[in-house]
């Protein structure tokens, strides 16, 4: 979740509608400008005892993050303490329960990505081996309840801890108990964001199933593949799912603020602080008539936050987020953009990508997200089939997509190579999940702890 560094008092007030579109129109760039900005999240523990560790205490998260500037990451102060850290590679930032996240840097492409990822794995555990502490690459944590865990001191994680137990039985789960990758990528104008957000957001599930890698909750099977996933199924209803509108004609950047002004606010930011605005509108707001601050109107920045409060399987901003996806290993990491890059940074892949899933009618689309945490690459597909009928296609099309870009490392490797994980799970047959409990039914004796030999950067 993102990080506010300052309050901007001298920012203009927000007056008409066109302030509201103005953050996703200037996100259009032409083809090449655009970028690749991959995040991913990692658990820490202890390695004596596999404890999650507190902020505070010695060898803890704050140690952490600042074990990390001897590489030249700034402190992000808020409240006294250190919560995030930037430099050249992006930021540094918590999740509510110490998980530690990257939001990488916007780069050129796959080859700068994975170099990224390398060094901040390197840095982290170069820091991690000094303090005691080692990393997780899953989507849950897999033996831990609610009660282990610590909070970070960071406002707005305040305000959503109290505020989630209002709106769905697993939101506290999804901000304690789970990592994702994710990567977020550009649009060259409002039609070519609408074609990419439709293929993507249809899509979604199969990126889901591909990654699927939480199949454990509390040192026992769950049921799922992705428990991760499943959790945003009851975590608040009014910021999360598949956005039907999206589908509909005439969608477009109009609609989407309609949508973001439908999703209750959370707080609002002034004077490094975190305002409590928990269920208020921000139609309200722009009135003037917010209860958290009578009589103020919103500026840009109280915008930009209000978007980034909204967690759909596809996310808006001034670009475009992919979220469906698990937590996972160094590989994983690289696969995600890898999958997406190639899906939608080519013309003719795109074409052949929306040609795959166009003619999916909407309740075939909800009732594909809602199996595929369960059932994985086996969930049905609108009109018959699975997902495992049509996931070599499509990685084929991300192949070619890539192949097409023709963006060469120094070794004059073009950007497919970063797809082997996927096409590795294909050939197997099993997900990252169904491996984990071969392993837990078999060889670890249905000991969830071997899990941290197994899946530890």
Excluded at 10 to 25: K, S
Excluded at 161 to 166: A, N, W
Excluded at 291 to 319: C, I, N, Q, Y
Excluded at 365 to 378: D, H, M, S, Y
């Amino acid at each position: 979740m993102s990080t506010r560094q300052e309050s901007d008092h001298n920012e203009p007030l927000i007056e008409d509608r066109e302030a509201l579109i103005a953050p996703m129109q200037k996100g259009e760039k032409p083809p090449e400008r655009w970028r690749i900005g991959t995040e991913h999240e990692k658990f820490v523990y202890r390695k004596a005892d596999h404890r999650a560790p507190g902020y505070d205490e010695p060898g803890g998260i704050r140690d952490l993050l600042m074990g990390l500037t001897e590489f030249g990451w700034e402190p992000v102060i808020e409240g006294g303490h250190v919560i995030a850290l930037s430099g050249a590679d992006g930021a540094v930032s918590l999740e509510p329960a110490g998980q530690l996240e990257l939001s990488g840097a916007p780069l050129e492409n796959l080859h700068l990505t994975c170099e990224e990822t390398g060094r901040h794995l390197a840095q982290v555990k170069t820091v991690g081996d000094r303090l005691g502490l080692g990393y997780l690459g899953l989507g849950l944590w897999p033996d831990k309840t609610r009660a282990d865990l610590p909070i970070m001191p960071k406002g707005r994680y305040a305000i959503m801890l109290r505020h989630m137990p209002r709106v769905g039985s697993m939101g506290l789960d999804m901000m304690l108990r789970t990592c994702t990758i994710q990567v977020n990528l550009d649009y060259a104008s409002e039609a070519d964001m609408v074609k990419k957000f439709r293929t993507s957001l249809a899509l979604q599930p199969l990126a889901t199933a591909l990654f699927a890698n939480s199949p454990f909750l509390e040192g026992k099977r769950n049921g799922f593949l992705s428990y991760r996933s499943h959790i945003w199924s009851d975590t608040d209803p009014r910021r999360t799912g598949m956005l039907p509108f999206v589908f509909e004609d005439g969608f477009g950047y109009e609609r989407y603020v309609d949508y973001m002004l439908d999703v209750p606010m959370y707080f609002v930011y002034r004077d490094g602080k975190y305002i409590d605005a928990a269920g208020q509108s921000f139609r309200d707001f722009l009135d003037g008539r917010l209860p958290a601050l009578p009589g103020e109107k919103p500026r840009p920045s109280d915008w930009t936050d209000h978007m980034s409060t909204a967690f759909p399987e596809v996310r808006l901003k001034s670009f475009l987020e992919m979220r469906g996806a698990d937590g996972g290993p160094w590989s994983r990491i690289c696969a995600l953009p890898a999958f997406w890059v190639g899906l939608l940074y080519d013309q003719g892949a795109l074409d052949a990508a929306w040609d795959l899933v166009k003619d999916w009618d909407m309740a075939g689309r909800e009732r594909l997200r809602e199996a595929v945490p369960r059932l994985g690459l086996n969930a049905p597909l609108p009109g018959g089939g699975t997902l495992r009928d049509i996931a070599g296609t499509v990685l084929g099309i991300a192949r070619a997509g890539l192949a097409s870009r023709g963006r060469l490392n120094a070794a004059g490797d073009n950007e497919t190579g970063y797809l082997m994980p996927l096409e590795e799970v294909l050939s197997r047959g099993k997900t990252s999940s169904e491996q984990l409990l071969d392993l837990y039914n078999g060889p670890w004796a249905g000991d969830v702890s071997r899990i941290y030999d197994q899946s530890s950067f």
